[in-house]
C-alpha cells in the first residue's frame, strides 16, 4: 500500500472532516482532549462544538499535525504541537515536566479501522517528526501505553512502537500513560 503523508492545513480541513467522520475519530474529540480546560469534557453531545473549536485552530494555524492518504482517501492522522500548547497535559501531574517550554509533543495517532498495520502510524510519526525539527524542535515526546491495549486507549501510540522508532520511556510506570522522549538534535 502506497502512503502519502501531508501537513494539515485549512485547504486539507476537508480531508481531516472525511477521515474522523461525524463522531469526531473517537466519541466526538476532534483531536481536542489535550486542549480541554479545566472541567471540559468530549462527548458525543459536545463533539459539534470540539469540530468547530478544531477547525478554528485549523484556520488559524495553531492546530498542526499530519494526514495520511492511501489511494487519494484520508486514512490517518497524528498530531503535534508545543507541550505549553496543550493545557490538559500541561496539568497532568503523572506526565509533568521541568522543560514543557522547549518540548513538542506528538499527542494523538488515528487511523482509520481496516488500514490498522499497513505503516500508516509510522509514516505519520516521521512526518511529524520531520515537521517538529523544522519547526526548531529539538526535542520530542509522546505519551504511550504500555501493551495489551485496545485500540481506544492506544491513541498516543504503544511503548514498543514509540521505542521502535527511537524514543526511550522516561517514566517508570506500571500501566497508565507513560512519557517517552526523542531528540532531534
Known amino acids: 500500500m502506497k502512503i502519502e503523508t501531508r501537513d494539515l492545513t485549512p485547504e486539507s480541513w476537508p480531508a481531516l472532516e472525511k477521515l474522523f467522520g461525524p463522531n469526531g475519530a473517537c466519541a466526538g474529540c476532534w483531536c481536542m482532549w489535550w486542549r480541554l480546560g479545566p472541567g471540559e469534557t468530549v462527548t458525543i453531545a459536545n463533539g459539534p462544538r470540539m469540530k468547530q473549536r478544531q477547525k478554528s485552530l485549523v484556520r488559524s494555524g495553531a492546530s498542526r499535525g499530519v494526514l495520511a492518504f492511501a489511494g487519494g482517501a484520508p486514512v490517518g492522522w497524528c498530531a503535534y504541537a508545543r507541550r505549553v500548547d496543550l493545557p490538559k497535559l500541561q496539568r497532568s501531574p503523572s506526565l509533568a515536566c521541568d522543560d514543557a517550554a522547549d518540548v513538542w509533543s506528538i ?56 521505542e521502535s522508532e527511537g524514543f526511550v520511556v522516561v517514566t517508570s510506570r506500571p500501566r497508565g500513560r507513560q512519557r517517552a522522549r526523542r531528540s532531534l538534535a
Open 107 to 162: 499527542p494523538c495517532f488515528f487511523v482509520k479501522a481496516g488500514f490498522r498495520g499497513n505503516g500508516i502510524a509510522r509514516a505519520l510519526l516521521r512526518h511529524a517528526l520531520r515537521s517538529i525539527r523544522l519547526a526548531g524542535g529539538r526535542t520530542a515526546e509522546a505519551y504511550p501505553v504500555r501493551p495489551p491495549a485496545t485500540n481506544a486507549s492506544a491513541f498516543t501510540g504503544t511503548v514498543p512502537f514509540l
